[in-house]
C-alpha cells in the first residue's frame, strides 16, 4: 500500500495528492465514486486534517474530484480535452466514441453590424443567418454554439434541419465550402444565466469563451462564437523551444 514519506522533501499534502492520483487512474475510485472520508484518509496515512483537506481541495480545484454538501467527495468526470483544430463538433465527439446531439435554440436571418461584417469580410447591412444551437454529447449539454454566415455563400439554409447534425458536413454537401483554415481566440468567462441553465451550470458557473472564424478556399464563410462548460473541457497543446541562433 502506498504511504506517505515522512523524510521526503515533497510536502505531505502533495504526496496524499499523488496517492489519490494513482488510486483515481488506476479505476480502483471509479467515476463517480465516492472517496474516503477526510476522517479515514488521516488515519489512513498518518496525516493532519488540514493537511489531507489540502490534498483533496487541491484535486476538486483540478477538476479530477468535486464535492457534494452532505454526501461526500466523488471522483469527477474525466474533462474533455478542447481541440485545437478547425474540426466541428460531431466530428470531434465522434472521434471521442460519444454520440453527438443539438437542439436548435434560435435560426433566424439579421443584418451584418459594421463589427459582424468586419469579421466576416462582407458590407455591412448583408444578410447574415444566426444559428444558435445547444451541443450535446451522450446527452450531456458541454456547449452553445452561435455561428454567423452569409447569406449569399449558403442562399437556402434556414430550409435545412440541423437537429443533430453537423453544420460543416451540411455547408460542405450542399454548398461546396470546406473549411479549410480558421482563427481561434478563447477567453476564459462567466456564463450569463440563461447560458448557465442551458448548460447546467450553476450561476455564476465558468465557461470558455471561443470566438472562430473559419474560412473555405481563403473566404470567411463562418463567425462561430461557442460558450463552453469549463467544468468539462480543459486545453492541451504542444510546447516547443524556440530555434536558437549559434
Known amino acids: 500500500m502506498a504511504h506517505i514519506d515522512p523524510d521526503s522533501p515533497v510536502p505531505k499534502y502533495f504526496q496524499l495528492r499523488e496517492i489519490l492520483l494513482d488510486l483515481i487512474d488506476s479505476d480502483e475510485f471509479g467515476i463517480g465514486a465516492a472517496i474516503p472520508s477526510e ?5 489512513r496515512f498518518g496525516l493532519s486534517r488540514m493537511t ?8 476538486v480545484s483540478e477538476g479530477r474530484l468535486h464535492r457534494v454538501p452532505g454526501k461526500g467527495t466523488f471522483v469527477a468526470r474525466p474533462k474533455i480535452e478542447l481541440a485545437l483544430q478547425l474540426t466541428s ?6 472521434a471521442r466514441g460519444m454520440i453527438p446531439g443539438s437542439r ?3 435560426r433566424r436571418v439579421v443584418r451584418a453590424s459594421a463589427h459582424l461584417a468586419k469579421e466576416l469580410g462582407i458590407q455591412p447591412g448583408e444578410e447574415v443567418h444566426f444559428i444558435e444551437r445547444l451541443r450535446t454529447a451522450d446527452g450531456e449539454p458541454l456547449s452553445i454554439e452561435r455561428a454567423h454566415i452569409p447569406v449569399k455563400l449558403a442562399p437556402d439554409l434556414a430550409d ?6 453537423s453544420l460543416y458536413e451540411l455547408l460542405e454537401r450542399r454548398y461546396g465550402l470546406v473549411m479549410d483554415a480558421g482563427e481561434l481566440t478563447i477567453d476564459g468567462g462567466i456564463a450569463d444565466p440563461s447560458d448557465a441553465d442551458l448548460l447546467k451550470l450553476a450561476r455564476g458557473g465558468a465557461v470558455l469563451l471561443l470566438q472562430r472564424r473559419s474560412f473555405s478556399g481563403g473566404v470567411c464563410a463562418e463567425l462561430g462564437v461557442s460558450t463552453y462548460r469549463a467544468d468539462r473541457y480543459q486545453l ?3 510546447l516547443e523551444m524556440p530555434g536558437r541562433r549559434g
Open 104 to 106: 436548435d435554440l434560435d
Open 89 to 94: 463538433f460531431t466530428d470531434d465527439m465522434r
Open 39 to 43: 476522517r479515514e484518509l488521516c488515519q
Open 160 to 165: 435545412h434541419d440541423l437537429s443533430d447534425k
Open 236 to 238: 492541451r497543446t504542444i
Open 52 to 59: 489531507v483537506r489540502q490534498a483533496v481541495d487541491h484535486l
